[in-house]
Structure formats: structure tokens, C-alpha cells
């Protein structure tokens, strides 16, 4: 597992199977943060990877957060997972799966060993020759 990096709004980590992990700290997000957070996974991987985002302390995040998350996203993540609540579902809105059908494989779950499930067939290994 590669050393955490603390953004203004997330922990940012690769564990050793090669997933991504950005784990919500509580603090509101902004496109500002969005940026920030993104840019810490970027120096972690050099490809699009898949990426758990643990949502279960976000405080949910505004219409400026959701551009730049949009925007973003397709530089760092290849599929991603979004960890939250079971109460917090339904706040999501068409959101998830408007980005499952139009940009990377991405779904909801309530427990993270179902979430890892869905990203681990995403993983994919890189010859030493393509980096």
C-alpha cells in the first residue's frame, strides 16, 4: 500500500492489489477540492486505475463539485465504486448511473467488501515494457 496523501477534503491511497482509494475526511467539496484530490491520486498512477471512493463522511458536495468531478474523472479512474450509507442511496439521484452509461463502469454500494468485488475484475496488469 502506498503511503496516504491528505488533501484538503480526502485521504488519497493505492493499495497493493492496485486499486485507488479516495476516502472522504468530512470537509464539504468544492471544485477546488475536486482538483486537489484528483491531483494527489495523479502522482500515485500514471493510468486511469480502478477507484473506491469512500463517501460514507461526505457531506455531499454542489453543482461547481459535480463539473469538476465530471471533468476530471476520465484521467484518473477506469471504473470506480462509491461507498456510502444505506440512508444516503437515494441522494445520489441518477448521477451513478448516468456515469456507468456514458464514461466508466461506476456503481453504489452500502459495504466495501461488495464494492471491491466490482473493481478488482478492472484491475488490469501492466507489462514493465509500457510504462
Same mark, same amino acid.
Given at each position: 500500500m =502506498? +503511503? *496516504?496523501? @491528505? =488533501? #484538503? *477534503?480526502?485521504?488519497v491511497f493505492m493499495d497493493d492489489r492496485g486499486l485507488l482509494h479516495i476516502v472522504s475526511n468530512g470537509t464539504p =467539496? #468544492?471544485?477546488?477540492? &475536486?482538483r486537489e484530490t484528483f491531483g494527489a491520486a495523479r502522482t500515485l498512477t500514471e493510468h486511469p486505475v480502478p477507484t473506491l471512493f469512500d *463517501?460514507?463522511?461526505w457531506p455531499v458536495g454542489g453543482s461547481d463539485f459535480w463539473v469538476a468531478f465530471i471533468? &476530471?474523472?476520465? =484521467?484518473v479512474v477506469s471504473a470506480g465504486a462509491i461507498l456510502i450509507e444505506p440512508d444516503e442511496v437515494a441522494g445520489l439521484g441518477g448521477f451513478p448511473r448516468a456515469v456507468n452509461r456514458l464514461m466508466v463502469p461506476f456503481e453504489v454500494f452500502t459495504e466495501e467488501d461488495e464494492a471491491i468485488a466490482f473493481l478488482v475484475p478492472f484491475i488490469r496488469s &501492466?507489462?514493465? @515494457? +509500457? +510504462?
Open positions: =502506498s +503511503e *496516504a496523501i @491528505e =488533501s #484538503t *477534503a480526502a485521504s =467539496s #468544492t471544485k477546488t477540492t &475536486v *463517501a460514507r463522511r471533468d &476530471v474523472l476520465p =484521467s &501492466v507489462d514493465p @515494457e +509500457e +510504462e
